[in-house]
C-alpha cells in the first residue's frame, strides 16, 4: 500500500503543499511562510480541489498570524490578510467555511488557531473514509441489482482524490473503496480540460494505487455514457445549493444529462460543509472565471488563433434534480420527487 499522500501539511511554521501544477512529472512540495505566496498556489492550482483548498485556507490563519508577528502588523493586518486568503477563489464554499471556522477561536491565539486547523483536516479525512464506505455500500446495493455480481465500470470527472482533500478523497474515495473490496472493474477517468486534474491527478493517483482506468477526452464521456460502458458517475463538488444545484468542474453538467439519458446513478460526493443554505441556487453560486490564454494555449504554446477569445468558466452548475444521490459522511441523500433535499442536511 503506498503511503497516503497529503497534499497539505503544517510543518510547524509554514504549510508544505505538493505543488499540483508540476504532477505527474515532478512531486515536489512548496514550503509556503507567507500570505501572497498562499494566495498566488490557491489561484494557481498549486494546491487545488474544495476540500483542500479549505484545509490550507484553514492554516492560513496561522499562516497570517506569524507573519504578522514576524512583520509588526496590527491586528486590523492580519484580519485583512485572513480576508485575502479566504477570497482567493469563489466558487469553493469550503475555502470560506474553513477560514471562518477557524477565525472563531483568533482572538484565543496561534495555538487555538493550529488545533482548530488540525481538525478541520483530521474530520475531512474521517468524513471523506465515512463517505467512501456510504457510496460503495449504496451503489453496490443499487447497481448490482442490475449488473449482478461483476465488478462496476465507474466514470469520474475531474480530481477528487487524496490531492484534492485533506486524505484519501470524496467520489475518489468511494472508487479506492469499491476497488478495496474487490469490485471495480475499471475507471473511465475524463481528463478535464483546460488544466488536466483529470489525466495529470486522477490518473497519477489511481496508477499509484493500482486501480485500472482509461484516461478519455471530456468530449468521449457522453458517448461512453451511451454505449453502456459505464455503470454509473461519480463526481465531487465545490458548492451545493439550498435546492441542490451543484457546482463542480466545468463538463460536470454533461456527464450528469448522459448519466439521465442512458439511466444509470449520477451521484456526487461531498462533505456536508459543501452544502450552501444561505446560496438558494445554482444561479446564485459565483463561477470563478479564468484566464483566457488556459484555453487559448496548450503548453504555454498559443494553439487558437490571434484574434480568438477564450472563455474559461473553471465550473457548471448540475441542476439537482439530475443528482441521484448525494453522498455525504453521514449517508447518501437520494432526490425525491425531481428535488435533491440538501436542507435535510443541516
Ligand atoms: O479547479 P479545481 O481543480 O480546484 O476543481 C476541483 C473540482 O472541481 C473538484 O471536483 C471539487 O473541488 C471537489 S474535490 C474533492
Redesign the pocket.
Known amino acids: 500500500m503506498p503511503q497516503e499522500l497529503r497534499a497539505v501539511g503544517w510543518t510547524g511554521n509554514s504549510l508544505a503543499l505538493i505543488d499540483q501544477t508540476l504532477l505527474p512529472h515532478r512531486n515536489e512540495t512548496r514550503d509556503v511562510r507567507d500570505v501572497d505566496t498562499l494566495v498566488d498556489a490557491i489561484q494557481r492550482?498549486v494546491v487545488?480541489?474544495?476540500?483542500?483548498?479549505g484545509a490550507a485556507g484553514a492554516y492560513g490563519v496561522a499562516l497570517a498570524l506569524l507573519q504578522g508577528e514576524r512583520e509588526g502588523w496590527t491586528e486590523d493586518q492580519v484580519r485583512a490578510a485572513v480576508a485575502r486568503i479566504r477570497e482567493a477563489?469563489p466558487t469553493?464554499v469550503n475555502l470560506m467555511v474553513c477560514v471562518d471556522r477557524v477565525m472563531t477561536r483568533f482572538e484565543e491565539g496561534l495555538e487555538a488557531v493550529l488545533e482548530e486547523a488540525a481538525a478541520v483536516q483530521r474530520e475531512d479525512v474521517d468524513g471523506n473514509r465515512a463517505m467512501g464506505a456510504h457510496g460503495a455500500d449504496w451503489l453496490l446495493k443499487r447497481v448490482a441489482g442490475t449488473v449482478g455480481d461483476r465488478p462496476l465500470r465507474v466514470l469520474t470527472?475531474?480530481?477528487?482524490g487524496a490531492l484534492?482533500?485533506a486524505g484519501w478523497?470524496?467520489?475518489l474515495g468511494v472508487i479506492r473503496e469499491l476497488h478495496a473490496r474487490g469490485r471495480l472493474e475499471v475507471v473511465y477517468a475524463d481528463e478535464t480540460r483546460p488544466?488536466l486534474?483529470g489525466s495529470r491527478l486522477t490518473a497519477w493517483e489511481l496508477v499509484q494505487e493500482g486501480i485500472p482506468h482509461y484516461v478519455q477526452a471530456d468530449g468521449a464521456a457522453a458517448g461512453t455514457i451511451l454505449r453502456g460502458e459505464v455503470d454509473a458517475a461519480i463526481?465531487?463538488?465545490?458548492r451545493i445549493a439550498a435546492n441542490g444545484d451543484t457546482a463542480?468542474?466545468v463538463g460536470?453538467v454533461g456527464v450528469a444529462l448522459a448519466c439521465a439519458d442512458a439511466g444509470i446513478p449520477f451521484l456526487v460526493a461531498?462533505p456536508t460543509t459543501t452544502v450552501d443554505l444561505a446560496t438558494a441556487t445554482g444561479d446564485d453560486i459565483h463561477i470563478e472565471l479564468r484566464g483566457e490564454d488556459e484555453v487559448l494555449e496548450w503548453s504555454g504554446v498559443r494553439t487558437a488563433p490571434a484574434g480568438s477569445r477564450g472563455h474559461n468558466p473553471?465550473?457548471d452548475v448540475t441542476p439537482g434534480r439530475l443528482v441521484t444521490g448525494l453522498v455525504t459522511e453521514r449517508g447518501v441523500l437520494e432526490v425525491s420527487a425531481g428535488e435533491l433535499p440538501v436542507d435535510r442536511l443541516k
Do not use: E
Open positions: 492550482l487545488r480541489g474544495a476540500p483542500a483548498i477563489r469553493a470527472h475531474c480530481n477528487t484534492a482533500t478523497g470524496t467520489a488544466l486534474q463526481v465531487g463538488a465545490d463542480n468542474k460536470t461531498a473553471a465550473f
